[in-house]
T-cell receptor, first 113, second 109 residues
Framework: DAGVIQSPRHEVTEMGQEVTLRCKPI?????LFWYRQTMMRGLELLIY????????DSGMPEDRFSAKMPNASFSTLKIQPSEPRDSAVYFC???????????FGDGTRLSIL | EDQVTQSPEALRLQEGESSSLNCSYT??????LFWYRQDPGKGPEFLFT???AGEEKEKERLKATLTKKESFLHITAPKPEDSATYLC??????????FGKGTRLSVIA
């Protein structure tokens, strides 16, 4: 079975540029989560969706961050404009329902120069 | 506010040297405690879910236990391939999983 698929795996761009991260959750999973991981802060939840609807975006650091889930098989996390402090690994995860084990993709390593 | 604290931050073991990792949680109405393993360059991989105090789960050399305030991940006779970061997360039903910062385990042959 295919797991959670994220793209790109690596992204290097200059500050001020728009960055779009993509995620395909596991088929049949109704909950989707976006996380950011850094050495200092660990794994931080940015936003999560239930049945394609954003439920809690209180973890989104600033208005520069936005996320969408136009259908059950695709989600995007966008940063515009990007800043060097946004450099981190961004993970997408999905679960059958909230509260059940989440399955993670292998992440996007983002470097903003 | 729900919180999860893991200790130690890093642990170095000789092959075969058993030990335990700790996960302390402050969650109102725990509905699940999750353990994950994360290898470098990979996403966290689900290991166990524990639902109530006294529950235990085992997988190969790993055993997870749960009390009302903490969970332990016991590693028996570890091998170098057990080296990874181990994360725990708590679920209260009010918010999604709250993760600890993890324990980096190194097992030396």
């Amino acid at each position: 079975d295919a797991g959670v698929i994220q793209s790109p795996r690596h992204e290097v761009t200059e500050m001020g540029q728009e960055v779009t991260l993509r995620c395909k959750p596991i088929s049949g999973h109704n909950s989707l989560f976006w996380y950011r991981q850094t050495m200092m802060r660990g794994l931080e939840l940015l936003i999560y969706f239930n049945n394609n609807v954003p439920i809690d975006d209180s973890g989104m650091p600033e208005d520069r961050f936005s996320a969408k889930m136009p259908n059950a098989s695709f989600s995007t996390l966008k940063i515009q404009p990007s800043e060097p402090r946004d450099s981190a690994v961004y993970f997408c995860a999905s679960s059958p329902q909230a509260g059940q084990p989440q399955h993670f993709g292998d992440g996007t390593r983002l470097s903003i120069l | 506010e729900d919180q999860v604290t893991q200790s130690p931050e890093a642990l170095r073991l000789q092959e075969g040297e058993s030990s335990s990792l700790n996960c302390s949680y402050t969650v109102s109405g725990l509905r699940g405690l999750f353990w994950y393993r994360q290898d470098p360059g990979k996403g966290p991989e689900f290991l166990f879910t524990l639902y109530s105090a006294g529950e235990e789960k085992e997988k190969e050399r790993l055993k997870a236990t749960l009390t009302k305030k903490e969970s332990f991940l016991h590693i028996t006779a570890p091998k170098p391939e057990d080296s990874a970061t181990y994360l725990c997360a708590a679920y209260s039903g009010n918010t999604p999983l709250v993760f600890g910062k993890g324990t980096r385990l190194s097992v030396i042959a």
